[in-house]
């Protein structure tokens, strides 16, 4: 039987239901229309439940296994489970229950895409497996009514209830390519994986992080869907172009003389990338892309021309419209594959994220050793933020616990998170800063995977930089 999230959740349907039906006339007709939305509730409850999975993952920090709890839903007959990236990260071991069959299944991970938080797995079973039917989340509409299913601390088969309260969100965290659907249905440690489910009963989309109560983020099932696909087919393979930008307010274009214009303009250039071939300077204003026009007055519309780039093939050729000195001109590019490159990076909780030190960063940044624990991005209004931590930071200690790598990282935050406040020793620029991380803020930039009672694990995120 499901379990309904959330202190009188009846009370909150009918609640919200009131203000609609208040122009009713008839009252037995509004209170015919609560309770057969109740009734379609508990009736698409009882039929997603027994796809949705309870994820427990086995990985190793220094020299010790430790337990990751998430979620999943089943996508097929056969044993194919959706899930996070963030859930099964870094994991030798995966195990899955399936609702109402008491064996444990062992999971194979066929595959998985950090940049948009989706993994795929495989179980098999002598029975066909329950799985979930697939809607659209092109078809939401803000407003529409949805419920989030999962295993949020372990407690197997939660359903929460809310509305899609945006659609199109991009969230300024580095390199993750989704337009995510908010939602204020509870999405809570251990849900991460799970679903989302439109009145129909279809999956819309697979559950990825939170931002504080009422403020969930979930990944569109078309993009979980897409990925899929391509990991079966082989693995991920997006555009690169090999540029950083910024967004072109109406401010900036005014004082360049072209108060119309829109676009994207360029503040650097990779070395030996399919943009310095073709000539692209810092300066320039990207204002056609394939033909299709860039409009990016702030920096969450960059998300939009960053999927764009991903999604073209390695190897196309494609034309750019670039703006440069009140003259526009058209260069052609050859996209080629993006880099892999990426150093492991810790993304936490708190709203930060940490990579390892390897020689490229400590050169770039001018970094005397590989010690400690690097600060690649810190999000607007977290704990890290209010504490005074920067991006360039570097990490030496957390309390009394030395951080020379990021497996010393992930062991001294496990422990100092339980506590009300924590010192955080950091270096920057030659100097050394003493913060005070205050957990109990409540922000939850990173993702909602639960790590089992004891030791905790902590997913890896990406660079913080705009290089489509």
Not at 156 to 182: C, H, M, W, Y
Not at 211 to 219: E, K, L, N, S, W
């Amino acid at each position: 039987m499901p379990e309904f999230s959330g202190a009188r959740w009846k009370l909150r349907v009918a609640g919200a239901l009131c203000a609609l039906l208040s122009t009713v006339a008839d009252p037995a007709l509004a209170r015919s229309s609560i309770g057969d939305l109740e009734e379609r509730i508990i009736e698409i409850a009882a039929k997603i439940t027994p796809s949705v999975v309870h994820i427990e993952a086995i990985v190793k920090v220094n020299d010790q296994r430790r337990k990751v709890r998430g979620s999943g839903v089943l996508v097929e007959a056969s044993g194919a489970i959706l899930t996070n990236e963030h859930v099964v990260d870094r994991a030798l071991k995966v195990e899955v229950n399936v609702p109402g069959i008491k064996k444990k299944f062992s999971a194979r991970v066929i595959g998985s895409d950090r940049q948009t938080d989706i993994a795929l797995l495989q179980i098999e079973s002598d029975v066909p497996l329950p799985a979930a039917p697939l809607g659209s989340a092109e078809d939401l509409r803000v407003g529409q009514w949805v419920l989030a299913v999962g295993n949020p601390y372990g407690l197997e088969g939660t359903v929460s209830f809310g509305i899609v309260s945006a659609k199109g969100r991009n969230l300024e965290i580095p390199k993750l390519l989704n337009d995510f659907i908010q939602t204020d249905a509870m999405i809570d440690r251990g849900s991460s994986g799970g679903p989302l489910v439109d009145l129909e009963g279809r999956v819309v989309g697979i559950n990825s992080r939170a931002r504080g109560r009422g403020i969930g983020f979930t990944i569109p099932i078309e993009t979980a869907l897409d990925v899929m696909m391509q990991i079966r087919a082989g693995g991920i393979e997006r555009g690169f172009l090999g540029v950083s930008m910024q967004p072109l307010d109406r401010e900036l274009a005014d004082y360049l003389g072209a108060p119309d214009l829109a676009g994207v303009m360029l503040n650097s250039v990779v070395a030996d990338s399919p943009a310095e071939r073709a000539g692209l300077q810092i300066g320039d204003i990207l204002i056609r892309l394939d033909g299709i026009g860039i409009e990016a007055e702030k920096d969450e519309d960059l998300g939009a021309f960053q999927r764009s780039v991903a999604a073209l093939a390695p190897g196309r050729e494609i034309a750019l419209a670039v703006w440069r000195e009140g003259a526009t001109r058209e260069v052609t590019v050859v996209i080629a594959p993006q880099p892999r490159v990426d150093p492991d990076e810790v993304e936490t909780e708190l709203g930060f994220h940490v990579q390892e030190i390897n020689e490229y960063i400590a050169r770039d940044h001018r970094l005397d050793s590989t010690s400690g624990a690097f600060v690649s991005f810190v999000a607007p209004g977290s704990p890290a933020r209010e504490a005074g931590l920067r991006i360039g930071d570097v990490i030496s200690r957390i309390d009394d616990h030395v951080v020379e790598s990021l497996d010393d990282f992930r062991e001294a935050l496990e422990e100092a998170e339980t506590l009300e406040r924590f010192l955080v020793v950091a270096q920057r620029g030659g100097e050394t800063l003493f913060l005070l991380l205050k957990p109990g803020t409540e922000h939850s930039e990173g993702a909602s995977a639960e790590p089992a009672p004891g030791p905790r694990s902590e997913s890896r995120g990406t660079p913080p930089n705009r290089k489509p």
